[in-house]
């Protein structure tokens, strides 16, 4: 086996194992451990994070992140990828803000120059736009982390409606819509599923009383699969091309769409009785986009906030 070889391999192994001694990586290669020695020193001097052990249940362990074997990329796929990195720029928090950056700075860098001109050509080209907010989301990490390990968290949350407060939630996921951060996950305290802003969330901390999770394993980001109208009243209203457009857009309400081939469409199904606030600006927002049917209390709420509305003008 070549050199070369052997150390793309070992690399690969050092990472599989993470924890190994000189012994078993040189029967495994068949070479001596002197020659391992100095493989994982090369190793060690092109980045792989390695630290050693002394005595006799010593050996080697790999620490911090494990480094990926080199991976050969296409040059259409390099600039694929680079352009799927730079997209994320314009959010002004991301759950793994710092790895993001530095990735896209080792992808341009170690690029060939006629490469990077390329891209460097096509940054005024091609772009992703998603609005800039002012909010910052601080707590994208733990959020993540505690949707992927299936852990408690304590948040302390902002509403809207009801000011800030301390609850106990366990996360699904993250997603990110329209330029805001989403968190879906298990409020304890309202005893179903809720969808936070992320930006809302000041503070969170791994739950330390001792509350059992929830086996959410079943469970995916889609508002519609995880939460079950409260008080349940039916929503039904025509859409012209452009209301089924306008409604396309919005996550939550996409997988409640009745679309026709002429591109006109409908919704009809059964929302809670306290999201008519919500759903009142919204269909304000639809104008003449949206004939609604039903319900009457969003009738007349929409009503109501028109005549509001008209004080001002």
């Not at 699904?172 to 309202?190: E, H, K, M, S």
Request: glycine share 6%; charged share 25%.
């Amino acid at each position: 086996m070549s050199k070369s070889k052997r150390l793309m391999e070992l690399m690969m192994t050092v990472n599989r194992k993470r924890r190994f001694k000189v012994q078993e990586l040189a029967d495994q290669f068949g070479v001596s451990k002197r020659t391992i020695l100095r493989d994982l020193q090369e190793l060690s001097e092109l980045g792989v994070p390695l630290y050693s052990e002394v005595g006799p249940h010593g050996g080697y362990q790999v620490i911090r992140e494990r480094v990926l074997p080199p991976i050969a990329f296409t040059e259409g796929e390099a600039v694929a990828m680079f352009f799927a990195v730079h997209a994320l720029r314009h959010y002004s928090s991301l759950p793994f803000e710092a790895e993001s950056a530095s990735a896209l700075s080792k992808f341009y860098l170690h690029m060939p120059g006629d490469v990077r001109d390329r891209i460097d050509s096509m940054k005024d080209r091609v772009d992703f736009i998603t609005p800039t907010r002012r909010g910052d989301a601080p707590c994208l990490s733990i959020l993540l982390d505690a949707a992927i390990h299936r852990k408690v968290l304590v948040i302390k949350y902002k509403s809207k409606d009801e000011g800030t407060s301390n609850r106990q939630i366990q996360p699904v996921g993250i997603y990110a819509n329209n330029g805001f951060w989403y968190c879906t996950g298990y409020c304890f305290l309202r005893h179903g599923f809720r969808v936070f802003r992320c930006d809302r969330i000041s503070e969170a901390v791994y739950d330390v009383t001792g509350m059992e999770p929830l086996d959410l394993g079943g469970i995916r980001l889609s508002r519609r699969e995880v939460a079950k109208p409260r008080e349940p009243i039916h929503l039904c209203a025509e859409l012209s091309r452009a209301g089924v457009q306008r409604c396309e857009a919005e996550l939550w309400l996409a997988p409640m769409l009745v679309v026709y081939e002429d591109g006109s469409g409908l919704i009809d199904t059964d929302v809670s009785r306290g999201d008519i606030p919500f759903l009142t600006e919204f269909f304000i927002s639809l104008g003449n986009e949206a004939i609604l049917q039903e319900p009457a209390e969003l009738r007349d709420s929409i009503q109501s906030r028109l005549t509001e509305l008209l004080a001002y003008y």
